[in-house]
């Protein structure tokens, strides 16, 4: 097979033809139930849950009331997006989202690839979300006065690593009543926990539970979830609404000052957090094929769920930053946390209640989405047939539905929050970037049909390059230290945490007489407390810097440098030369101004996760490329083989 069959495409009219035979004679068809209003509610749904809930907590936080900033960034690049998403939608209304989408517009290799990053995306975001769910029934259980075990609400990977953490911690001198409650949790877990050999039995049950029971509503079909999303929808706007009417009467606007402690820098530290909270209106895209009217109804309901999501992100985040100050924000019930601290606990327990039901709604619309995608490439031969096999009594996607049930639920039992979250964020920003770039690609072409929604279109001839010179302005002229930092690789020192849990007993006891004969009042005959000790210098720039050079420990524990540091900086050093790039092409080809911002946000969102993010990610997309070349290539509709 020539090589240009890796990228052979579908056509619209193709797409549109097959779609119209499904629904004539009822094979693999879809029931259609949903409106714009019903829509709306999913992307709600998806959207109004950890980042209310939880995460909002840490990135305001980090950066203080400026955080509404973040929440604006992150919902004009959403909406960017989305109106790629909306036009490729109008244009396509079938259940295959951006790798559909990617068909049309790149080719089958594109496609699968995308296909592939959208499997990883929802998984890894349902896995995320019962983990969450999870933490927010155990604590709901535990204020009633039933206490699980911690072995059986906690993941494996987290426990391990805490264990390790608070073990050299308190090998430092940290008293375990002195860990952080997180630490603390995870060494309960560790221990108390069944061990089989030496195979210690710790598995986070109430996720699975969750997942369960979300995977057998979707199973019984659209109309009964879309009647469970509404209903819980509504009770979580109104908890939302409440939090804010009552928390407007304890905002002490001296809490706003300063607005941005930060900086830019701590407003951006957030970014992967906070877009996961948005990423739910990409799911609105895989129910086309159950809309009554997807060509006009997929794009209002895109856009009214993130103008509405972002509204009440930024009410909430005002509110909790003027009812206490910011840097008592990093918890993970922040809600919750500001009503108990002003002794207003029965908004507390109405809180958690609502956490319980907003999580889950989140879950339903994800474990909802990804059986659409695995259906639309079953379809198309990327996929084995039993995938595109759709229930003749409930009209959903059955054997789909019930692999994912059991792909989210067994690595959520193990699996740590952090590393699910940030490889979610990947997977979807990627996405986010095919679609823009498809429109791109199609701006200008005249043999597809379009839909009823078009994005307006704005000339990025002479703006992308403003735009750029205005950024070089700001990088060289106000933030100059941060960027020739970031250029000349400068060495960066190590906090007092990952400094203290490197070291040996030997070195703990030399990084201490040091301490002690800077500063006698850190002599005591008790046990000491490094961390603590150490982490006392640190609001000072300098001091902290002076301390860190004297300790007589290695510079390697010390300091990051050279290509240990300069490795993390990889991802963005890529979007500066793509962005060098786009302002060339946009120059040439007068591309559309909105989705080549979008595409640009989400790069730069990508460029902001670790790069160990990267690596992960790139693992998972040849993973997929050996399925694809073994299996999918050959058995593709469009290679001509029937299966």
């Not at 009214?304 to 972002?310: L, P, Q, R």
């Not at 950024?471 to 020739?484: D, I, P, Q, R, S």
């Not at 006392?536 to 300790?551: F, P």
């Amino acid at each position: 097979m020539a090589l240009n069959g890796l990228f052979r495409k579908k056509t619209v009219q193709d797409i549109l033809k097959q779609v119209e035979k499904n629904n004539t004679d009822g094979h693999n068809a879809l029931g259609k139930h949903l409106t714009a209003r019903d829509l709306t509610a999913f992307g709600i749904a998806a959207i109004v849950g950890a980042g209310i809930f939880s995460t909002i907590g840490k990135a305001s936080a980090d950066g203080g009331p400026a955080v509404i900033f973040l929440f604006l960034f992150t919902a004009i690049a959403c909406s960017f997006a989305a109106f790629a998403y909306a036009e490729f939608a109008s244009m396509v209304p079938v259940s295959g989202s951006a790798y559909t989408y990617s068909y049309v517009a790149f080719g089958e290799i594109i496609a699968w690839i995308i296909g592939w990053a959208l499997i990883m995306e929802y998984s890894v975001g349902n896995i995320t979300v019962a983990i969450s769910w999870s933490d927010y029934f155990t604590s709901l259980l535990a204020s009633g006065g039933l206490h699980l075990p911690q072995w059986v609400q906690m993941d494996f990977l987290s426990a391990s690593r805490g264990f390790d953490d608070a073990t050299a911690l308190m090998q430092s001198g940290k008293e375990f009543a002195n860990l952080s409650p997180a630490l603390q949790d995870a060494y309960t877990a560790w221990t108390t926990a069944p061990v089989i050999g030496s195979f210690h039995f710790v598995a986070d049950l109430p996720a699975l539970l969750i997942i369960v029971l979300i995977t057998a509503l979707i199973y019984r079909g659209m109309k009964e979830s879309r009647n469970a999303s509404n209903i819980m929808v509504v009770v979580k706007l109104c908890i939302v609404l409440l939090v804010i009417a009552v928390g407007v009467f304890y905002v002490d606007t001296a809490n706003w000052d300063p607005f941005a402690p930060n900086g830019v820098t701590g407003v951006l530290k957030g970014v992967s957090a906070v877009f996961f909270a948005y990423i739910g209106f990409d799911a609105i895209s895989t129910t086309a094929e159950e809309c009554k009217d997807p060509q006009r109804d997929l794009p209002k309901g895109m856009m009214w769920a993130i103008i509405i999501c972002t509204i009440l992100y930024i009410a909430i985040a005002l509110v909790l930053t003027g009812m206490v100050s910011y840097d008592q924000l990093n918890v993970g019930d922040p809600l919750a946390f500001v009503f108990e601290k002003l002794d207003l606990k029965w908004m507390s327990g109405i809180i958690a209640v609502s956490a319980v039901v907003a999580m889950a709604s989140v879950l339903l619309v994800f474990q909802m989405g990804q059986p659409r995608i695995w259906m639309s490439m079953s379809r198309d031969g990327l996929l084995p047939k039993r995938f595109s096999k759709v229930h003749p009594k409930f009209k959903t996607p059955s054997f789909a539905t019930i692999v994912t049930g059991f792909v989210v639920a067994v690595p959520a039992l193990f699996l740590n929050l952090t590393l699910v979250t940030d490889l979610c964020s990947i997977g979807t920003l990627f996405a986010f970037v095919l679609v823009c770039a498809g429109v791109l690609v199609l701006q200008n072409k005249t043999d597809i049909p379009r839909g009823k929604f078009k994005t307006p279109y704005v000339n990025s001839k002479y703006i992308m390059p403003v735009l750029l010179l205005i950024g070089l302005v700001f990088a060289f002229g106000y933030n100059k230290k941060a960027t020739m930092d970031f250029i000349t690789n400068e060495t960066q020192i190590n906090n007092s945490a990952d400094i203290i849990t490197s070291l040996n007993k030997d070195e703990s006891q030399k990084v201490y007489d040091y301490l002690v004969s800077v500063d006698a009042k850190n002599s005591t005959t008790e046990t000491p407390d490094l961390e603590l000790l150490l982490s006392q210098y640190q609001q000072d720039e300098t001091k902290y810097s002076n301390i860190i050079a004297g300790l007589p420990i290695a510079d390697t524990v010390k300091y990051e440098s050279g290509f240990s540091l300069f490795k993390h900086k990889i991802p963005m050093w890529i979007f500066l030369i793509v962005l060098l790039g786009l302002t060339v092409w946009s120059f040439k080809s007068n591309l559309s101004l909105i989705p080549l911002l979008g595409l640009i946000c989400c790069l730069y969102m990508m460029a902001e996760l670790s790069v160990w993010n990267w690596i992960y990610f790139g693992v998972w997309l040849l993973i997929g490329l050996v399925i694809y070349f073994s299996f999918s290539r050959k058995n593709s509709k469009l290679n001509g083989v029937k299966i």
